[in-house]
């Protein structure tokens, strides 16, 4: 059903269809023009065999009169029966009664020179007649029957028909190589967008040998991808860098009060020291969350360095670490994990996400309160309490950087715990959310809805 789903939104078979289409179409109209150029022939070479025939009657009535005409009308229906000729005869006086002819009847039909019409004769075959006003009382009229033309036109119709199955066939099937050998080299260019490797560059600057469009096209996405990920590099580096930088003075900082601490007998002293200490840690941690949230966000999308991790077992895993942690400062947390979740992912990074959400939810829960840490398949995941809640303020911007909370009886953090959250949900192609509920808070982590 994907494939179907997938052929069905691919340009390239689109197209296809539509020059199936055209084909098959073109063949009908084709059809239908020489069905009516055989027919409408027929009928003009029927009305010129039906004139001669008449002007032949009038010029043997003139030379030899009635009498002639008639004799020469019994001739010509005693020999078409040997021929297998169509034509019939009617010379009739000028009260219709017929003089010759094998016509029984004058028809429906003025009498004067020239009229055209057709007719029906009296096994119900049609004709097509004309008549000529011989003399004051005396009328011609001669009728063609119409060729049996429905074996032919079914001979064209089959024409057609095989030919244009054949045509449709060779467009289907040429449409359908092209559109396979432009389709791949499209996917090449996917691919490599999906996965920036170094692999899928090198497919990229491999199919770039062609002058069409798509050939410019891939050299123009290879081209910016390298830029891309020379610049993510560059990026990486240079934050890389300054974290090193920053965090290095700060640890030597710390190792002073440290020391600072231990020669201080000052209570008071010894309480700002060990304050400042604090102050320094947290800026340490703020100072790799932020870090953690740049590569997530960069790496947003990328599949490489993804492999299969088994949720279950680092849900079950923290959730045993922060059960025992929870009795202890009198909160309480209950576990429901599905067995068998598996996502592919960082192990790390989704720990962290886990932790993090624990750590947000213990953080504003009460002494008495309630955790919950649930995972189903899908994957879902969510965190939920039952304590003060989300204001309605802030659930809009929850999960932007440096958004802190003000439900919380113990001390606030940076407002980076949430943020990181979203990078690596985002990261995995999953989406967190904060449901609304009548108590407490909750944080649903899925996959993303497909827009």
Known sequence: MTHLVAIRHSIFAQIVLWAIFTAAEITFGLWLLTDSTIQRTNRQALERTVDLDVAGMVDIFASGGAEELSKRIEDRLSLQQRNGNTAHYLLADAEGRRIAGDIPDWPALRPANGNDAEIRLEDGRKASARTAQLGPGLRLLVAHEHHDLDVLLRQVALAFLSGGILAVLAVALGGWMAARRLAGRIEKINAAFRQPGDSALEELFLDTGGRDEIDELTTHSANTLVRLKRLAAANRETTDHVAHEMRTPLMHLDNRLVKALA?????????????????????????????????????????????????????????????????????????????????????????????????????FVPAGGTVWL????????????????????QRETIFEKFSRGERSAGPEGAGLGLALCRAIAERHHLEIMLVPTNKGACFSVAPEAKR
């Open 374 to 393: 649930v995972l189903r398949k899908g994957p879902r995941l969510v965190v939920s309490d039952d304590g003060p809640g989300v204001p309605e303020e």
């Open 263 to 363: 020669a201080t007998p000052d209570t008071e002293t010894a309480a700002r020291i060990a304050d400042a200490r604090t102050e320094i840690r947290g800026i340490i941690r703020m100072l790799e969350s932020l870090l953690d949230i740049a590569a997530s966000e960069a790496r947003r999308g990328d599949r490489h360095g993804l492999a299969p991790v088994n949720l279950s077992v680092v849900a079950s895993r923290l959730g045993e670490l922060y059960a025992d942690s929870a009795e202890e400062t009198g909160r309480a947390l209950k576990l429901d994990i599905e067995p068998g979740v598996v996502i592919e992912g960082e192990e790390m990074a989704l720990t962290r996400l886990i932790t993090n959400l624990l750590d947000n939810a213990f953080k």
